[in-house]
């Protein structure tokens, strides 16, 4: 004879509870959820309900209990994302956050956004019941754009193009870091060096190049004409826009070093130069922008910006911020929040070679 099928057993609910102690759900929601109602129940009768909750494994539910405290301790993140290529800057970012969201306790969204113009008409939606908060990574969004952000949500922005109203902004001081690499370069011999830079409008990209001509200017030194290459913070980019290069000044002498605006372009312009042949640092020295794992596998040197950090001040700025929004209160930080940048020198930065190779 078959068995008749075992009925699953559900998960204990409120009106379980209540029976078992022999109250209202009412009552069992304003003890198990915290509620401020809960100081009028007598002590006596709150053991009986904690008691059938433990008997019955009762588990309270998420959403209720947002109800109650206005919070769903959970943060979102939104960022554009390459379908071609993994983002390592995102990625280090991201560590940090996740990092700082499991110490306080908070669940952690991403929002993909196909490109920054279209993600901000798309930020309201993601700032409804769902987050108590969010983080915008690297946005490129101008004025006219960043008024669709919502004044509602709590909001806190790591290398924003532009000031945005109403966001606390982190960066790294990336014109300084761009500085000291370049300055050391030159110090240490090098002339030639070629900037294989990221987009023309990317305000990162242009205090790369703002540190590139300010260390060269302070050593009195003039770069040769065409040594900035712009491009997009990719590896494909590195390689592709720095073939195309060494195409285009076939003949000329060889660079004596390059200094890239991020790890995945330094480690394009690594493939090119070893397709054709050529040594790093022996012919060419190549250095990055970052810090990133990229940069920390190939022992590259890189200007490193504190990534993992500024994904924890971003998280401890947002709660800080949500929770000033909790009692009504105002938050009081800078609009913008500078951390400090870091030259390390690795394998691939050397002294110039002595005589010049020209590009074949």
């Known amino acids: 004879m078959a068995k008749s099928p075992t009925r699953a057993r559900h998960a204990a609910t409120l009106a379980d509870v209540g029976r078992e102690a022999g109250v209202s759900i009412m009552a069992a929601s304003a003890v198990l959820n915290g509620a401020k109602t809960s100081s009028r129940i007598s002590a006596e009768t ?4 904690l008691a059938a909750a433990e008997k019955l494994s009762y588990r309270a539910n998420a959403t209720a209990r947002a109800l109650v405290d206005r919070r769903m301790n959970a943060i979102g993140v939104a960022t554009t994302l390459s379908r071609n290529e993994l983002n390592q800057y995102f990625l280090e970012v991201f560590n940090g956050v996740i990092e700082a969201a499991d110490e306080f306790n908070q669940n952690t969204t ?3 956004v196909p490109d920054w113009q279209e993600g901000a008409s798309r930020i309201p939606s993601i700032c409804d ?5 969010l983080i915008l990574l690297a946005p490129l969004l101008d004025p006219e754009a960043a008024r669709f952000l919502p004044d509602h949500t709590p ?14 902004n982190l960066e790294s001081d990336e014109e300084v ?13 090098h002339r030639r060096i070629l900037h294989v830079g990221g987009p023309s409008d990317n305000i990162g990209a242009t205090r790369r190049i703002s540190g590139y001509l300010g260390a060269h200017a302070a050593a009195n030194v003039k770069p040769p004409a065409d040594y900035i290459v712009p491009g997009y913070f990719t590896t494909e980019s590195g390689r592709r826009d720095l073939e195309a290069w060494l195409q285009h000044h076939r003949g000329e002498p060889l660079p004596q070093a390059i200094f890239a605006a991020s790890d995945a372009i330094a480690i394009g312009c690594l493939d090119t130069l070893s397709a054709r042949g050529l040594r790093t640092p022996a012919d060419v020295s190549v250095v990055g922008f970052d810090g990133t794992m990229l940069a920390r596998s190939a022992h590259l040197a890189t200007v490193r910006q504190p990534l ?3 994904g924890h001040r971003a998280v401890r700025l947002l709660l800080d911020r949500i929770e000033a929004k909790h009692q009504d209160a105002v938050h009081r930080a800078p609009s913008n929040i500078v ?3 870091e030259i390390v020198l690795g394998q691939s930065l050397a002294a110039p070679r002595t005589r010049a ?3 074949s």
Do not use: C, K, Y
């Open 177 to 189: 870091g761009a500085f000291e690499m370049v300055r050391h370069m030159l110090e240490m011999g």
């Open 357 to 359: 190779i020209a590009i």
């Open 155 to 168: 909001i806190v922005s790591v290398h924003a193009n532009h000031e945005l109203p109403h966001v606390v």
């Open 339 to 341: 951390l400090p940048t």
């Open 308 to 310: 993992r950090e500024m």
């Open 46 to 49: 709150r053991t009986r309900i």
């Open 129 to 133: 019941s769902r987050i108590d908060g």
């Open 110 to 112: 991403v929002f993909a």
